[in-house]
């Protein structure tokens, strides 16, 4: 069974920052050679999108609204994903998921075959 677990939510002032984690079991047991890890948000009234993504090749990719502010990691040893959040705005805040997903036909296949976490928020205030 697969399961991502998110900490490290919480409230922050602008300017702060905070660094999310997602523990991931059974997911690499199931023998994918390459996939998908990332982090998606979804703010109050608005749709859920993605915030960055790393690849089992190490490639990573970011919303143009976060770059420059937020890293992607993962400790393979600890089967953890990270988000390293800097110089958060109040824009940041949301309910932040974690995600796993086979990659094949060129795309991350998030939704047809991934598995999500349950989100921890994350509030900026101003």
């Known amino acids: 069974q697969v399961q991502l677990v998110e900490s490290g939510g919480g409230s922050v002032q602008a300017g702060g920052s905070l660094r999310l984690s997602c523990a991931v079991s059974?997911?690499?047991?199931?023998?994918?050679?390459?996939?998908?890890m990332g982090w998606f948000r979804r703010a109050p009234g608005k749709e859920r999108e993605g915030v960055a993504s790393?690849?089992?090749?190490?490639?990573?990719g970011y919303a143009d609204s976060v770059k420059g502010r937020f890293a992607i990691s993962t400790d393979n040893a600890k089967n953890t994903l990270y988000l390293q959040m800097n110089s958060l705005e109040p824009e940041d805040t949301a309910v932040y998921y974690c995600?796993?997903?086979?990659?094949?036909?060129?795309?991350?296949?998030?939704?047809?075959?991934?598995?999500w976490g349950q989100g921890t928020q994350v509030t900026v205030s101003s």
């Open positions: 995600a796993a997903a086979q990659r094949y036909g060129g795309r991350c296949r998030w939704y047809s075959d991934g598995y």
């Open positions: 059974g997911f690499t047991y199931r023998g994918y050679r390459v996939y998908c």
């Open positions: 790393i690849e089992s090749d190490g490639s990573t």
